[in-house]
């Protein structure tokens, strides 16, 4: 389905409001990272209908508001620290992550223009994140962790040293604690990693 089917067929519609199905989602996503006319056409649904909700809103009581957001990050720190998703190795598969990356919520931001990062997991022994970039990010050492990619598309350098390691679909790469390290992206799409930074 290409970019014009896909803007006629109203998938857009419940991709926006959260009710399209979860293959569906990972075919719109790669059309949005691809396509700047689906891009503009979430960006108009997404603003049409929070229009529509704003103009029907209602006020909750101030109770309501503290009760609903403490429940909210409750639950979300609970399930971002039971719910461990495999530490990342050189074997390691995208679909070892899938039900992870591929909820709902876990989708770039359409204003991002360099990188944005979304933590999914995060325990004691690892914070696990799906990250998109479109240029890069710049030189950093970690000295209490060990970070650790899988591309899941696009590509990239990973520089190390003064050494690049190309990198694309599939491949891993594990940065030793103390060792600076930078990636440039080199795909015209953006560069799509789970990111994974493990205690050492």
């Not at 790669?30 to 891009?39: C, E, F, G, K, L």
């Not at 508001?65 to 429940?71: E, I, N």
């Not at 720190?77 to 591929?102: F, G, N, Q, V």
Request: hydrophobic share 45%.
């Amino acid at each position: 389905m290409n970019g014009e089917e896909l803007i006629t067929s109203g998938l857009l519609d419940e991709y926006v409001l959260g009710t399209l199905s979860d293959d569906l989602v990972v075919t719109v996503r790669n059309a949005i990272a691809t396509d700047p006319a689906v891009q503009a056409e979430v960006l108009r649904l997404e603003g049409a209908f929070e229009r529509v909700a704003m103009a029907q809103a209602i006020e909750p009581p101030s109770s309501a508001r503290a009760k609903v957001l403490s429940s909210a990050d409750s639950l979300l720190a609970e399930r971002m620290t039971t719910d461990r998703p495999p530490i990342l190795h050189p074997a390691s598969k995208a679909a070892e992550y899938a039900r992870w990356i591929e909820q709902p919520h876990i989708v770039e931001d359409p204003a991002n223009e360099d990188t944005y990062f979304v933590p999914f997991a995060m325990n004691e022994e690892a914070l696990t994140a799906l990250v998109w970039m479109r240029k890069g990010a710049p030189v950093e050492t970690h000295t209490d962790c060990i970070e650790k990619f899988l591309i899941l598309e696009g590509t990239c350098n990973i520089i190390i040293g003064d050494k690049a390691h190309p990198m694309r679909a599939g491949d891993y790469m594990r940065i030793p604690m103390f060792v600076p390290h930078s990636v440039v992206v080199t795909s015209d799409i953006t560069c799509r990693i789970i990111v994974q930074r493990v205690a050492a």
